[in-house]
Every structure is written in C-alpha cells, then in structure tokens.
C-alpha cells in the first residue's frame, strides 16, 4: 500500500513537471537569449548582457510601436470593459426568448478564428477609408476582448444578491441611484480584471493588427516584421520584458477578481 | 422615530389587485384594508400570493389589475423609491461595501438630510436596535441577528409610515428568531408604522399581529385576530395551516345539530348550520379517568386506544385509534395526577361541544 502511495505520488510530480515545462517552454528558451551578449539569435547564448534590453530601449522604432500598442490596448480595453458591463447587465436582466442567441453572439469573436475577422475589418476598413489607423484596430480588438469581459463581469455579476438593489431601491434611489450604489462596488473588481485580460488580448494581437495596420506598426507587427528580417536578440529582450509585466497585471487581476469574490458574500 | 407629535402609521388599502403569470393567476381579487399602526401579517404557504402581495405593495411587481392606496393616494404608478415604505427583506440585503453607519445612513443620504441630523437619526437607530456601538463594522463581521437588526434600523431611521417585511426572520435560527420577535413587537409599539408582515410561520404569525391575513391560491381564506383565527377557523384549510388539529366530517343531524359519523356522536345545534365538518383542537380533547362519566354533563364523550404517546416537554400528545379507523390527536399536560397513557390503553376521551369548530367552506 505504502510503497503504492509512494510510486504514484512520483508519477504525479513527474507529470506535473512535464506539464509546467510544456506550458513554460517557449519561455525557458527564450529567457536565456534575451540576456545574450551575441549579435545573433541563438540557443544557447555564447555570451551574457544586457545589451539587447538596451538595444529596445534606446531604439525609436521599437518605443514608437510599443507605445502605439499601449495606446491601441489602453482603448480596446476600455470599450471592451464598457460594452461588455452593460452587456452582462441587459442579458442578465432582460428576461428575453433571445437570451441564449444573444449570449452566444457575445461569444462569437472568441469562436470566429482571428484570420476572419482580420480579413473582414480589412475589407471594411479599406472601403471606409479608415485602415492604418489605431481607432480602427482599438475597435476591432475591443471585439475581440469583449466575450472575455462579458464572462468576467458576468460571472461575478450572477454572485450579486439582486436583493440588494430592490433594497436600495426601497430606501430612496432611483434605478441608476440603486445600481450605482449597490450593485457596482461589487462589481469592481471584476470590471478592473475584465480591463486588465482585455488589456493584454489586444495588446499581444498579431493578425489583426498585421491585416489593419499599414505603415504604423504595433509591438507585435514590429516584432514579425523584424524577425522577417534579422534574428536579433532584441525580441527576446522584448518578450521578456513584457512576459514580467503581464505576470505582474494578470496576478493582481486575479487577485482583485478574488477579493470581489470574497467581499460579496456576507 | 421617537417624536409622537408625527403621525405615525398609514392606511392601506388593496382593492381588487390581482396578479397574473401567464395563466396563473399569483393573487385574484385581493382585497384588503389596513388600518393605520396596525400589525397585519400575510400567512400562507409558499405559492399562495403573500410575497406578490408585498412586492405589489412596495413596487417590485406590477399589479395586472386592480389599485393599491397609501392613506388614499393611489400608489401603483410610484417607482419603489418613491413610495417612502421601509423594507426589510428576508436575506438582508445589507450593503457589503458599506459599514452599519453607511447602511443606516443610506436612506437618510438620499434623502438629503443634514449631515448633523444624519448622525443623530442614525445614532438613535443603531441604539434601538442596541447596536450603538457596532456603527464602524462590516456587515460581513456581525452575526446574523444583528445582520438582521441593522437591516431593520435602516429600513426605519427614515421614519416610513409604512413597514414591509419578507420572511425577515426565516434565516435566524431558532431562538434567535424567538428573541426577533420580541424585539419587533417592541418596535412596533414604539414607531407607530404600519407593518405589512409576511411569512409562512403560522408561530411568527400568532405572537406578532394585529391581525392574520391567511392565504390560498392568491386569495384571503380568513382575516381575523391572531386568537379568532386560531379558535374559529371557518375553513378547513385555515384550521389545518394554524396549529394542529382534527378535522372530522359531519352530517346534519335531527333536532338541529350534527352528527359526527367518525366518533359516533352527536353534537347538539348551536352554530352548527351549514357546518361541513368540525375542527377539534388537541388541547380541547380531555382523557377521562378510567369508567368515570364526564365531569360536565353537556360534555360529548367518545371512546378510543392510544396508538403512539409523543411526549412534547410540557405536554403529551397522543395518537388515538377510533372504532372508525381514524387517528386523532389529544393532548394533555403532564403531571395531571393519572398515570400517563401507554399504547393500547382504551381512553374514554371528552370535549365541549362548543369546541368544536363548524367548518363551512374547504
């Protein structure tokens, strides 16, 4: 019995190991190189620096699109996070035949492959005149992040007492009054993780931007394209860079979504 | 809350409100008049109308039909917030975010009220509910009965002339819920609201009212003090839902009373006209000491053989077999110098005929 416990509790780390190190992978290749001190992408680095973070950081090119992507992602997120809170409220409240057709239709840009959509905001940007401009890829990668919202916000939106907004409306406050006042500060939390996911689906989004973007290249188009070129370590840099940053945001989301998960309850 | 010189309480007044689901009619025809201060409780099972009642009342459900006054003025076209009642709903419904004061001082805030005046009404609240010292707590910190205390001190810091509560002591437990209800009949007294209470705890419903609305299938089966509809139910549904008792049949008998074909007996007129059935309380049934007559001679007696003692603390209730095959209920205190009853003892058992309740309607 023991030495059967025993087999199978190193059978269950093993795979655990093999499967953190099929999920981290690409990372723990890429880490090393982003610290390489050679002229050429390689694995493993011949020699160590930081030459590559400072290659990014001094070159214009790359601080122009990576700010543009923090522009693009700053308004994505936002209309995500906007549209889908009120998409939760309206489906969750609308008592409607329709509900299950709409919530299946704020779903669909997670469904639909990105290469469609990319093709078809091409198609309409192009005819409108609107392609190469960053409200234009905003919008469409606020599609994009918007089923990722409307789940977040309405998955802590079903934890709320409904009560509590028939209380606030007893008491005195008008419809919006009661929302505002009873519903939302639950809400909270869930609506800055929704902003933060939504953040990051656009801000690492490659095919649409590919498709939409002309001349101003965002940090992904950037990346692609300077890999078309030269294998530099600076994409590693980058990556890096940016792998510690979203580590950092994606944890305090989650750690806000639970405190909001906690707080509501009584 | 404590200024007498306000009037208190409200009238209201449901007159002909009905509420439709579909085909399903949730309240049919409701009619009802309150009295201003009174205590008046919606009793009934789940399903029989109460909670759409109250939700028609405080503005949560539109009425299909029908009107609701509040001292005369039609209310149904009022959103809730404009409807000045309090609630107190059965969850609660404390806001989590906020502390007790910002809960209690919730109402006052929309309603404008001066800063200084806000604290004291607030203060004053928290200290009839004695919860002075607990203003800077979360809700999530306080056990469930002052949960419920604050819930109702904010539902009254505003002084509404009326009062609406939903099953608001269903999620105490039990002795908790016994402590509540002291407590609201003391509020009670002190604010002068009117109160609209609704629950299906026929106990709940017996300590606190003024009156007892009982309901079925969206409509009222009796109305009547507390004692009234315990002691003179006038269906057999109402008789049944409060308190325990024994529902016998009866036929018309000659000379003008029934006849009670389960127990073999007649029970001469009085009150008995278009009686269908007769209710017979536990407690009115007495177990006759072994071969004696009965103590009273107008008493109708009948005999039978316990089946089941069931010892309730201070009192006894039996399970009897009659020679029809029925079961009925008695009860007794202990202690009343016979020996206790043990199964298969015949007992010659006896009650006043005015006991028993004519029962008109099912």
């Known amino acids: 019995m023991m030495g059967g416990d025993k087999t199978g509790r190193v059978l269950l780390t093993a795979y655990f190991a093999v499967v953190v190190l099929y999920l981290f992978f690409p990372i723990l290749i890429v880490a090393p190189m982003s610290f390489s001190d050679d002229r050429f992408l390689g694995f493993p680095p011949e020699s160590w620096g930081l030459r590559w973070y400072e290659a990014y950081f001094s070159d214009p090119v790359w601080i122009d699109a990576t700010v543009r992507s923090l522009r693009v992602a700053a308004v994505a997120s936002t209309l995500a996070t906007v549209l889908g809170g009120l998409a939760v409220v309206g489906l969750e409240r609308w008592r409607t035949r329709w509900r299950t057709a709409l919530t299946v239709l704020f779903a669909a840009p997670a469904i639909v492959p990105n290469v469609i959509i990319a093709l078809g905001v091409f198609v309409v940007a192009i005819r409108l005149g609107i392609n190469d401009q960053e409200l234009t890829l905003a919008a469409a990668h606020g599609a994009l992040a918007l089923p990722f919202a409307v789940m977040i916000i309405g998955a802590a939106y079903r934890q709320i007492d409904p009560t509590l907004e028939r209380a606030a409306r007893v008491l005195g406050a008008g419809p919006v009054r009661a929302f505002v006042s009873a519903t939302l500060p639950s809400l909270m939390p869930a609506v800055v993780s929704a902003f933060i996911f939504s953040f990051f689906v656009s801000f690492d989004e490659l095919i649409v931007a590919l498709f939409v973007m002309g001349g101003s290249e965002t940090l992904p188009v950037r990346i692609w394209n300077d890999l078309r070129f030269e294998l530099n370590p600076t994409i590693a840099a980058i990556s890096i860079f940016f792998v510690a940053i979203t580590t950092v945001a994606m944890t305090l989301a989650e750690l806000l979504r639970r405190r909001g998960a906690n707080q509501s309850r009584v | ?362």
């Open chain 2, 1 to 362: 809350m404590t200024d007498s010189t306000e009037p208190s309480g409200a009238r209201i007044r449901f007159h002909n409100v009905s509420k439709r689901y579909g085909d399903v009619a949730a309240l049919a025809d409701f009619d009802l008049e309150i009295g201003a201060g009174e205590f008046l409780t919606l009793l009934g099972p789940s399903g029989s109308g109460k909670t759409t009642a109250l939700n028609i009342l405080a503005g949560f459900t539109e009425a299909s039909g029908g009107d609701v006054r509040i001292d005369g003025q039609s209310i149904l076209s009022l959103p809730p917030e404009k409807r000045n009642v309090g609630m107190v709903f059965q969850s609660f419904a404390l806001f989590p975010h906020m502390s007790v004061f910002e809960n209690v001082a919730f109402p006052l805030k929309l309603r404008k009220t001066p800063k200084p005046v806000m604290r004291d009404k607030v203060a004053e609240a928290l200290d009839m509910v004695r919860l002075g010292d607990y203003a800077g707590r979360r809700p999530s910190e306080l056990s469930g009965g002052q949960q419920q205390r604050v819930a109702l001190a904010r539902a009254v810091v505003f002084q509404p002339a009326v009062l609406l509560m939903d099953e608001s002591l269903s999620a105490l437990d039990l002795k908790l819920r016994e402590a509540m209800r002291l407590e609201i009949r003391h509020l009670h007294s002190r604010l002068g609201s009117t109160i609209v209470f609704v629950t299906h705890d026929q106990g709940e419903a017996l300590t606190l009212s003024d009156r007892i609305a009982v309901m079925r299938d969206g409509r009222i089966a009796q109305i009547d003090t507390p004692d009234r509809v315990y002691d003179q139910p006038t269906t057999r549904f109402v008789a049944e839902f409060i308190g325990q008792t024994n529902l016998f049949d009866v036929t018309p008998a000659d000379g003008g009373g029934v006849h009670v074909a389960d127990l073999g007996v007649a029970i001469p007129a009085e009150g008995m006209n278009g009686a269908k059935a007769i209710s017979l309380r536990p407690e009115k049934i007495r177990a006759l000491a072994n071969g004696s007559d009965a103590p009273d001679a107008g008493m109708v007696v009948f005999d039978g053989m316990v089946d089941e003692p069931l010892f309730l603390g201070e009192t006894v209730q039996y399970s009897v077999n009659l020679p029809s095959g029925r079961t009925m209920q008695f009860r007794e205190n202990r202690g009343e110098g016979r020996a206790p009853l043990r199964r298969n003892d015949r007992v010659r058992l006896a009650f006043r005929p005015h006991d028993a309740v004519p029962i008109v309607r099912d």
